[in-house]
């Protein structure tokens, strides 16, 4: 906690005396006023307080008058009454209010009235603490909003890519299978990822089932050794017979920094 601030009012002289003397070995700093203006003069030049003890019974504004004017203004500093036992109907029922958190009679004990200090900048660091985790949380928390936003709106993005290179992707489908070329395409470790219906159709495969086979397992002997003679950008080609003819094929191995791959093209022959 920070060097604890407490303002005592109360229009009588040797009263206040009485607290100053009281907290001479205590490590708080004190203030004190002798009227209820007077502590809200002092409040508005040195506050913020951890804690205000004011008497009742004061000429101009009472006790409760002036701690309700606390509260509005500086509603985190914590509030005490000090009063006579005639005056305990009207404390009560202010506490009751809400606006002072404790009544202590006069004459006090000068123990009992320590104690109940400490209880009391133990309940105020306690609602700082709270206070400043509050705040953290809450910054957590716009934190984490601006990141799921953020996030949100990467995926929304990235889903429009996606959706882009689907339609792309169909796109370029649908040209492959009109082409009068029959086509299949692989990866560097010879997997079929892409194959036109005509170029199916050489092979005697069903389309969806050719994806995702390998090369070896789907063209004749001649043309995977055709194809295993081939290192980094190169091109070969031969004539190959199939059930559904013979063709001219051309073999074209792409090797580069950012693609690696195997395309084979069929041409019937004339």
């Given at each position: 906690?920070?060097?604890i601030r407490?303002?005592f009012?109360?229009?009588e002289?040797?009263?206040?005396?009485a607290l100053?003397?009281?907290?001479?070995?205590?490590?708080y700093?004190?203030f004190?006023?002798?009227?209820?203006q007077e502590?809200?003069t002092?409040l508005e030049?040195?506050?913020?307080?951890?804690?205000?003890?004011?008497?009742?019974?004061?000429?101009?504004?009472?006790?409760?008058?002036?701690?309700?004017e606390?509260?509005?203004?500086?509603?985190?500093?914590e509030?005490?009454?000090?009063?006579g036992?005639a005056?305990?109907?009207?404390?009560?029922?202010a506490?009751?209010?809400g606006?002072?958190?404790?009544?202590?009679a006069?004459?006090?004990?000068?123990?009992?009235?320590?104690?109940?200090?400490?209880?009391?900048?133990?309940?105020?660091?306690?609602?700082?603490?709270?206070r400043?985790?509050l705040?953290?949380?809450s910054?957590?928390?716009s934190e984490?909003?601006k990141?799921n936003?953020?996030?949100?709106k990467t995926?929304?993005?990235?889903?429009?890519?996606a959706?882009?290179?689907?339609?792309?992707l169909h796109?370029?489908?649908t040209?492959?299978d009109?082409l009068?070329?029959?086509?299949?395409?692989?990866?560097?470790?010879?997997?079929?990822v892409?194959?036109?219906v005509l170029?199916?159709e050489?092979?005697?495969?069903?389309?969806?089932k050719?994806?995702?086979?390998?090369?070896?397992?789907a063209?004749?002997?001649?043309?995977?050794?055709?194809i295993?003679?081939?290192a980094?950008?190169?091109c070969?080609?031969c004539?190959?017979?199939f059930?559904a003819?013979?063709?001219?094929t051309?073999?074209?191995?792409?090797s580069?920094?950012d693609q690696?791959?195997?395309v084979?093209?069929?041409?019937r022959?004339?």
């Amino acid at each position: 906690m920070d060097l604890i601030r407490i303002l005592f009012v109360d229009d009588e002289r040797n009263v206040l005396r009485a607290l100053e003397r009281l907290f001479l070995e205590e490590n708080y700093e004190i203030f004190s006023a002798a009227s209820g203006q007077e502590g809200l003069t002092i409040l508005e030049q040195s506050g913020p307080f951890q804690l205000i003890i004011s008497d009742y019974r004061m000429p101009l504004m009472n006790g409760v008058e002036f701690l309700s004017e606390v509260c509005r203004r500086w509603p985190e500093t914590e509030r005490i009454i000090l009063s006579g036992y005639a005056d305990a109907a009207a404390i009560v029922a202010a506490i009751n209010e809400g606006q002072i958190y404790k009544f202590i009679a006069k004459p006090w004990n000068d123990n009992d009235l320590l104690r109940t200090i400490r209880e009391v900048l133990d309940r105020y660091e306690l609602r700082a603490n709270n206070r400043r985790l509050l705040g953290q949380l809450s910054d957590a928390n716009s934190e984490l909003k601006k990141i799921n936003d953020n996030l949100n709106k990467t995926v929304d993005e990235r889903f429009k890519v996606a959706m882009w290179q689907n339609r792309a992707l169909h796109s370029f489908q649908t040209v492959l299978d009109v082409l009068p070329i029959g086509f299949i395409g692989a990866d560097s470790y010879g997997m079929i990822v892409q194959c036109n219906v005509l170029g199916a159709e050489i092979l005697g495969i069903d389309q969806e089932k050719l994806i995702g086979n390998d090369l070896s397992s789907a063209l004749p002997l001649q043309l995977v050794q055709t194809i295993t003679q081939l290192a980094g950008n190169s091109c070969g080609e031969c004539i190959t017979t199939f059930p559904a003819g013979r063709y001219h094929t051309y073999i074209t191995r792409i090797s580069g920094d950012d693609q690696d791959a195997i395309v084979v093209s069929f041409l019937r022959e004339s």
